[in-house]
């Protein structure tokens, strides 16, 4: 059984290319469970609770700790869930949306996700696939002026996610991939 995680983060409900291209990609993959998650819907930012919360031990959390971290837990479970993640990525003023960056900063949690050691951070989610559906009116994709897609790459792979294709243009979507 072959489950997806598909984070949806273009402000465009209709005539979205990454919303499409996912369209394509989950099709092609048919998929036993699919996970929705659609970013626009709000993501909650980070702030000193949650910083606080996150550095406590689980046992040793508020309810207000337990209620900051609700959101970033049942995104993490998400993933932890999922074999494959399928992100889409609008490129908006060179970057990542600004609830895609949310959404990172969510799921990038130390001993969770990822954890430091002595030769360097090593991320957690490994054995995962991801594809990243790149979509941009000016921006060429892994161009100079492109911040967005070396960033979502970067982040995938510190926590652990290394096997990455991203898909740029619809001709891209393979009739079936191999899960």
Same mark, same amino acid.
């Given at each position: 059984?072959?489950?997806?995680?598909?984070?949806?983060?273009?402000a465009?409900?209709?005539?979205?290319?990454?919303r %499409?291209? !996912?369209? $394509? !990609?989950?099709?092609?993959l048919?998929?036993a469970?699919i996970?929705?998650r659609d970013?626009?819907? $709000?993501?909650? !930012? =980070?702030?000193?609770?949650w910083?606080? /919360?996150?550095?406590?031990?689980?046992? *040793?959390?508020?309810?207000? @700790?337990?209620?900051?971290?609700?959101?970033?837990?049942?995104a =993490?479970d998400?993933?932890n869930? /999922?074999?494959i993640?399928?992100?889409?990525?609008?490129?908006?003023? #060179?970057g990542p949306? %600004?609830? !895609?960056?949310?959404?990172?900063? @969510?799921? %990038?949690?130390? *001993?969770?996700? #990822?954890?430091?050691?002595?030769?360097?951070?090593?991320?957690?989610?490994?054995?995962?696939?991801?594809?990243?559906?790149? /979509?941009a009116g000016?921006?060429? #994709?892994?161009?100079?002026?492109d911040f %967005?897609?070396?960033?979502?790459?970067?982040?995938?792979?510190?926590?652990?996610?290394?096997?990455?294709? #991203?898909?740029?243009?619809?001709?891209?979507i393979p009739?079936?991939?191999? /899960?």
């Amino acid at each position: 059984m072959n489950s997806l995680l598909r984070v949806d983060a273009s402000a465009r409900a209709e005539g979205s290319r990454t919303r %499409a291209l !996912l369209d $394509g !990609l989950e099709n092609s993959l048919a998929p036993a469970e699919i996970i929705r998650r659609d970013l626009t819907a $709000g993501v909650p !930012l =980070i702030n000193d609770v949650w910083l606080a /919360a996150r550095d406590t031990p689980a046992d *040793r959390r508020t309810d207000a @700790q337990r209620a900051a971290l609700a959101w970033s837990d049942a995104a =993490i479970d998400e993933i932890n869930r /999922a074999e494959i993640v399928a992100i889409g990525l609008p490129v908006y003023n #060179f970057g990542p949306p %600004a609830v !895609l960056k949310a959404w990172i900063d @969510q799921v %990038a949690r130390p *001993r969770v996700t #990822f954890r430091y050691t002595r030769d360097g951070p090593v991320g957690l989610l490994t054995s995962k696939r991801a594809f990243v559906a790149f /979509a941009a009116g000016g921006t060429k #994709f892994k161009s100079e002026i492109d911040f %967005a897609a070396p960033s979502v790459e970067h982040i995938l792979g510190f926590v652990g996610i290394r096997d990455v294709t #991203f898909l740029h243009d619809e001709a891209d979507i393979p009739r079936r991939v191999a /899960a």
